[in-house]
């Protein structure tokens, strides 16, 4: 990292400055990992503002910026991990890192893929991450039930396009999500299934959720924060659950931005608005990835990445969460899959 941008700026590749440098010597209990996509998220826009983090430190100028990313073990001196094998982790923005095991109660805890799927992205994609914190959110946080109704705002983004999908399998009888653009909402109804999206752009948020959820929203599932989190807490319905999973709209802004002014209506409505991180949930991971992998598998669940090419433009498809710009789970490729995998 070049320098730290200040809050009101977008974060673009001028933040940043690329070095090339010599791979240390491993040591014993380290394994080498070549780097083949990196996930860009909001929460790494955070990282390089100091005190944003409950869970790590600020990075300062010449680190290396923070990255989750899927790779292949090159070279190991470490006895349960050897070359060939798929491996999850904080890789950072880099083509090669040096890892030691880190265990499950650490913010980004590592793990290796068993029985690799290909694309490798779906590690990160509706297998990892994204599918991962969808799942616990509706299904933990947000006690989904068959015949629900269900708002996702952020619905075209990573976590929202799979949140949508597992509303739909799992029996809502409505499914409605927001997005910015009309071409966004016509991907969400026509390519993920869901019923109905609005473009909160262009659209009159607070009479359309009227008249989508006349008897108001069971299930608001929301990445956003901001005005459209107060115009959901004015159409819940009775015992609704508000699940935050994200703040997008509000906690990156440059100047502090106001609380939601219809927070009353969980008392009138007897709602409960609960925030949870993936990691809370991290001894159960298995549970949600076995489940997403059998919908996908059986056609159910629908692989929505946007993906670029180049580690060189990492910068930018961080900075595209902030513009709106992505459609589906952002991923970077930064070396192509391996022919051959262990565990297949």
Aim: negative net charge; hydrophobic residues 40%.
């Amino acid at each position: 990292m070049a320098r730290l941008p200040t809050r009101d700026e977008d974060i673009s590749s001028r933040h940043f400055a690329w070095q090339e440098c010599r791979i240390p010597e491993l040591q014993d209990g380290e394994f080498l990992v070549k780097t083949l996509c990196l996930a860009p998220a909001p929460a790494q826009r955070g990282y390089l503002e100091p005190g944003y983090s409950d869970f790590l430190p600020a990075l300062a100028p010449g680190e290396v910026m923070r990255g989750r990313g899927i790779g292949q073990v090159i070279a190991s001196r470490h006895p349960d991990h050897a070359a060939g094998e798929i491996f999850v982790g904080s890789l950072g923005w880099q083509t090669y890192s040096i890892q030691k095991p880190r265990g499950a109660e650490f913010v980004f805890s590592t793990r290796r893929i068993p029985r690799p799927v290909q694309p490798l992205s779906l590690h990160l994609g509706i297998l990892g991450q994204a599918g991962a914190t969808a799942w616990f959110g509706l299904l933990e946080v947000g006690n989904l039930q068959a015949g629900d109704a269900v708002l996702v705002s952020a619905a075209a983004g990573g976590v929202g396009s799979v949140a949508g999908q597992i509303a739909r399998i799992k029996g809502a009888r409505l499914v409605v999500g927001t997005a910015g653009s009309d071409a966004k909402c016509r991907w969400l109804c026509d390519t993920l299934g869901y019923d109905v999206a609005i473009n909160y752009q262009t659209e009159n948020l607070h009479e359309r959720l009227r008249e989508l959820f006349p008897t108001g929203i069971d299930v608001f599932f929301d990445n956003v924060g901001g005005d459209i989190l107060d115009a959901a807490l004015a159409n819940l319905a009775m015992h609704a659950r508000v699940v935050i999973c994200g703040f997008i709209a509000s906690n990156y802004a440059a100047e502090p931005q106001p609380g939601p002014a219809n927070y009353s209506r969980i008392v009138y409505k007897r709602a409960r608005m609960e925030g949870f991180v993936l990691f809370d949930y991290w001894n159960r991971y298995q549970e949600a990835e076995q489940a997403l992998l059998g919908w996908y598998r059986a056609g159910l669940l629908k692989n929505c990445e946007d993906v670029t090419d180049g580690l060189e433009n990492m910068p930018d498809a961080l900075g595209e969460l902030f513009r709106g710009g992505n459609t589906g789970i952002k991923i970077c490729r930064v070396a192509p899959d391996p022919e051959q995998l262990t565990g297949e």
